[in-house]
């Protein structure tokens, strides 16, 4: 099963490409993945099949997989009746059609999520593929995303679906940890008890009635039909939809006897069928009356399930199949129909029958499935419910029986309106459709004639069903499946539904339309509403254009909360010491005078001087503490960051604001103190109230032993913790990406990113003795770069210093000679550089792998070679090499933007 899942995504990722090369016939090649789901169910008919793989196994995570009786009737509809859908989208999308594949690629991975929601064993693996469902089906629904109307809807479904599964999760939590096991395998074979369960049924039940639109859910499905019709077919009939039926039938068996759960779902079943049966005999547009006709069913399948019992579970069973295949059958249909006369206004539409006979025909098929004609699917598995609830207990269940009754009157009603709306003459202009290709009415043709087929093997296909119904508790005798059983109390019911039905229709004239005080849709429009009020109002109070106060915000809202926590409770240690030798404190008086003076500073350079002089402070506390490696990096990132921020500074005011700001300068120095307070305070706590033995106090050992070097800190950088840095020299290379974007502005202004040679435009006052100067320094400097890159590994040193000290060389000499002498030092594109390095870089991990290791595992090779004498590599250096590389990168993208552009930006402007 998880072959399968794997193979919708792999369908998934290479459909697009399908789509360019072979045009819309790609989609029969996309088709055989869900095709081939298919044939293994069907090859497994009546088999219980379990796969189970480790995954998260701390949080109970796994990828345990199940297909039982249930879970095998939705893996049929949904990989059945999406290979259909998809093989008719050949037909229904333009050879042209924008977007095509993407269609297919989300199609078909909306296909594998839902495969793998009906057969995940794992609440938590469920809730995964369940969430899945929405983002594709958002993705679906807003396939035309320039349509405002798609977007609106494909928003409307996601928030409603997402939220219904937040609460779903919830509930999930609570069920697997008072069980002990997320597994529901082993769920159903040990049912938890206690006050609990209630609370978790209905965060459950939240999450299923959401998916499948029943009230107050209702109104997000017939805002989707703006989605194409092979989309509606499969989410809105076969699938998504059908994901909140299934977890009520799939936990029903379990949890049916709990309170809330018959309640509910009878309510709000019964509720959904007749508001929405009642709203589909008021509309006009075809695919409308078939989305308040689906909305109706959920409703009626909702309430069938709820009723828990042996005889209500087959009935469901048998509904879910018969509704699927009548339901995508018509959606197929008002496709055809919409594409060949361009309208689905039944107003419009006048003999379509005589004209499209073949389509008139599987529509009837399919209508008289959904209306419970004999010997259709859905005549049997109404017939079932009819006598599940007829032959139940007490005075609910015939409650529920005649809220089933006057649903079903209703179905028959809507049923042949669609029929005549579509079909019927109705006026002398005649709508006259364009040819209808033979190869497009096949696949609902299928689906219409399945409908049939399965009402006529009733008796073979409960047998299979029956394994599933003897979950549930027995309630009265025993009921199997059949078009035929004697003149019964069922079958009264649906000869007086047909003619109740028939009666509807031709008096439907009459019907007056019903308005509810509440409705969801209502509830949804404020709540939106509410929210966009409020996102304005929350904006316009605190989004005032001012870094420094949100900032200061941020920091004062830090100071509160955590020097509250501080002050309150937090567990001070109690051999605490201020310095261990007298320097210490001098080079922290000196950092602290450099920072107060820095927030006094009135220039901006002089407070950025000022600020380096405390970072230079820092380095050496570093040294006081034996720490040279950190000393030597802190020294080069605070030279090099003074550098970069200078450059910045020549396109800012020399000072900063004008206004009287003795006032806010106090009031930044004492947040200040305030947040290194805090700062210091959390990190002394953290550190002292260590219980656990630290896993540094291994490094020295794991640096000789596994990384082969004695310089334990460039070992952990770039072996121990190599994924670490892995995503710290991305991140540089994003950032020098975006940088150099909003430096240069246009594509064609990225050219220059690559340092070609120009005018000697570069900060004035250019001094020759200081060019000479600099080139003959800088070959020694980049020398000596990567003497520390390649003695890092023993030495302090390394790819991040070494990087730094030959960025620092190429600022000296733009610095000494602008954009001419950068380009004489570094002839290259810097974004080569940038990618080279994380190519370097990520290019040694795959390589551990491919030779038989672990990504990014060290390799140590001692040999002894003629000359050199005994030779010592460790694999890490390459790694290392990438990060020296992006290092260089960033340093000279930053150059060339900040400093080159900006200059060329200035002489351009005068």
Known sequence: MLVLVGVHAVMAVVAPGLVRWLGRRALYVVALAPLATLCWALARTNDTVTESYAWVSQLGIGLDLRMAT?????????????????AYSVRYFKPDQNGLGRYAAVFVAFAGAMFGLVVADNLLLLYVFWELTTVFSYLLIAQDPTRRTNRRAATQALLVTTLGGLAMLAGFVVLGESAGTYRWSELEANPPTGGHLAAAVVLILIGALSKSAIFPFSFWLPSAMAAPTPVSAYLHA??????????????????????????????????????????????????????????????????????????????????????????????????????????????????????????????????????????????????????????????????????????????????????????????????????????????????????????????????????????????????????????????????????????????????????????????????????????????????????????????????????????????????????????????????????????????????????????????????????????????????????????????????????????????????????????????????????????????????????????????????IRAWDTMGEISVLVVAATGVASLIFRRTEALQRRRGVAGPGVGPSGQSIILQVVTRLVFHPVVLFSVFLLFSGHNAPGGGFAGGLVAGLALTVRYLAGGQAELTAAAPIDAGIVLGAGLLVSVGTGVLAMLAGGQVLQTAIVDRHLPVLGDVHLVTSIFFDIGVYLVVVGLILDILRSLGAEIDRQEVAAG
């Open 70 to 86: 249930l879970n095998w009737l939705l893996v049929v509809l949904v990989a059945g009746i999406g290979a259909i859908v998809l």
């Open 238 to 719: 076969a699938a998504m939809v059908k994901a909140g039926v299934f977890l009520v039938a799939l936990l029903g068996p379990t949890l049916g006897a709990d309170p809330p759960w018959r309640p509910l779902l009878l309510a709000t079943g019964v509720l959904t069928m007749l508001l929405a049966g009642w709203t589909t005999l008021r509309q006009n547009d075809l695919k409308l009356m078939l989305a308040y006709g689906t909305v109706s069913q959920l409703g009626l399948l909702t309430a069938v399930f709820g009723g828990s019992s042996r005889n209500a579970g087959l009935a469901g069973a048998a509904l879910v199949l018969a509704h699927a295949l009548f339901k995508s059958t018509l959606f197929l249909v008002v496709g055809i129909i919409d594409v060949t006369t361009g309208t689905r206004d039944l107003r419009e539409l006048s003999g379509l029958g005589r004209r499209a006979p073949a389509l008139a025909a599987i529509a009837v098929l399919a209508g008289a499935s959904m209306a419970g004609l004999p010997p259709f699917a859905g005549f049997v598995g109404k017939e079932a419910a009819f006598d599940a609830f007829l032959h139940g207990t007490g005075a609910a269940d015939l409650t529920v029986l005649a809220g089933l009754v006057i649903g079903s009157t209703l179905t028959v009603a809507y049923t042949l309106r669609f029929l005549w709306g579509a079909f019927a003459d109705k006026h002398q202009q005649q709508t006259r459709p364009t040819t209808i290709a033979t190869d497009w009415l096949v696949w609902p043709g299928i689906l219409a004639v399945a409908g049939l087929a399965v009402g006529a093997a009733a008796k073979p296909l409960g047998g299979s069903l029956d394994h599933y119904a003897d979950l549930f508790p027995d309630v009265g005798a025993a009921y199997h499946l059949a078009v035929w059983h004697g003149f019964t109390g069922p079958l009264g019911l649906s000869v007086l539904v047909l003619v109740a039905g028939g009666a509807l229709f031709h008096y439907r004239q009459r019907l007056p339309p019903i308005k509810l005080p509440f409705d969801g849709g209502t509830a949804y429009r404020r709540v939106m509403n509410g929210l966009d009020r409020a996102a304005v109002e929350t904006t316009g109070a605190t989004q005032r254009g001012s870094l420094p106060f949100y900032l200061g915000v941020i920091l004062l809202a830090l100071v509160a909360g955590l020097g509250g926590i501080l002050i309150g409770s937090a567990p001070w240690p109690d051999d605490a010491r201020a310095w261990d030798t007298s320097l210490q404190l001098v080079v922290a008086v000196g950092i602290v005078v450099a920072a107060v003076a820095a927030v006094r500073a009135l220039r901006r350079l002089t407070a950025m001087i000022l600020v380096g002089l405390s970072g230079y402070g820092v380095a050496v506390l570093f040294i006081l503490h034996g720490a040279p490696d950190l000393a030597l990096t802190q020294f080069l990132v605070e030279t090099a960051t003074i550098v970069m921020v200078v450059l910045v500074l020549r396109r800012l005011p020399a000072k900063f604001s004008e206004r009287p700001i003795r006032t806010s300068r106090v009031g930044r120095i004492a947040l200040g103190i305030g947040v290194g307070v805090v700062a210091a305070g959390m990190t002394y706590v953290a550190v002292g109230a260590r219980e656990a033995t630290p896993v540094s106090e291994i490094f020295p050992e794991l640096a000789v032993t596994f990384g082969g070097g004695d310089n334990v800190v460039n070992v952990i950088l770039v072996d």
